[in-house]
């Protein structure tokens, strides 16, 4: 059974970092991309980005890009996303996913909120 657990999450003023990771167990992990999606209050599931299977190939979205680095260690079998230059409409739910947007990024974890206010 796939397993994925979000963890990092808090309340952040604007202009900070926060560092999220995802534990993930149940399957062979470092066979599999891995993506970050969120979701803001009354909004969608939006990607935000993606990292091969190697951890060598990422990809982001606009509204993140040169300001969120998502990187994995195959060897702890764990995801992390490093959020810099945080801004509010980064308020959002954040969820780890093994599969893409056309199995509507599941499975997933849980989420973990993090809140960008001063």
């Known amino acids: 059974e796939v397993q994925l657990m979000e963890s990092g999450g808090g309340l952040v003023q604007p202009g900070g970092s926060l560092r999220l990771s995802c534990a993930a167990s149940?399957?062979?992990?470092?066979?599999?991309?891995m993506r970050w999606v969120r979701q803001a209050p009354g909004k969608g599931l939006e990607w935000i980005s993606t990292i091969k299977s190697g951890g060598y190939i990422t990809y982001y979205a606009d509204s993140v890009k040169g300001r969120f680095i998502m990187s994995r260690d195959n060897a702890k079998n764990t995801l992390y996303l490093q959020m810099n230059s945080l801004k509010t409409e980064d308020t959002a739910v954040y969820y780890c996913?093994?599969?893409?947007?056309?199995?509507?990024?599941?499975?997933r974890g849980q989420g973990t909120q993090v809140t960008v206010s001063s």
């Open positions: 149940g399957f062979t992990f470092d066979g599999y991309d």
């Open positions: 996913a093994t599969g893409g947007v056309n199995s509507g990024y599941l499975p």
